[in-house]
């Protein structure tokens, strides 16, 4: 399977942004899978943003972005999206999507297939 990440780009501090996440190939059984956001900004490991589980499509979300950032799928389009507003320039990285072979994850470790990264700068 492939992940197309897409919407990223310059936002003011305060301001939105939507993150598609496109997936190809084999696709079967989308909806089972559980997919995620990651996000590592400059000098940063990467860090867990965002998960929304197969099947149920229950959300988790990482402790800075909770309250701020939405996560979402479609499964009919093969997409997952994330809806961040009250961006912050500590929110800048580059966004990439994944999927895990579980029924969902926080932890990097369990994902296998990543997307190429979105990046979304914060201006203050």
């Known amino acids: 399977v492939q992940l197309q990440a897409s919407g990223g780009g310059v936002v003011q501090a305060g301001g939105s942004l939507r993150l598609s996440c496109a997936a190809s190939?084999?696709?079967?059984?989308?909806?089972?899978?559980?997919m995620g956001w990651f996000r590592q900004g400059p000098g940063k490991e990467r860090e867990f943003v965002a998960a929304?589980?197969?099947?149920?499509?229950?959300?988790y979300y990482g402790d800075s972005v909770k309250g701020r950032f939405t996560i979402s799928r479609d499964n009919a389009k093969n997409t997952l999206y994330l809806q961040m507003s009250s961006l912050q320039p500590e929110d800048t990285a580059v966004y990439y999507c994944?999927?895990?072979?579980?029924?969902?994850?926080?932890?990097?470790?369990?994902?296998?297939?990543w997307g190429q990264g979105t990046l979304v700068t914060v201006s203050s």
């Open positions: 929304i589980s197969g099947g149920d499509g229950d959300t």
């Open positions: 994944a999927r895990t072979w579980r029924s969902y994850s926080t932890s990097r470790n369990n994902y296998n297939y």
């Open positions: 190939g084999n696709t079967l059984r989308f909806s089972l899978y559980g």
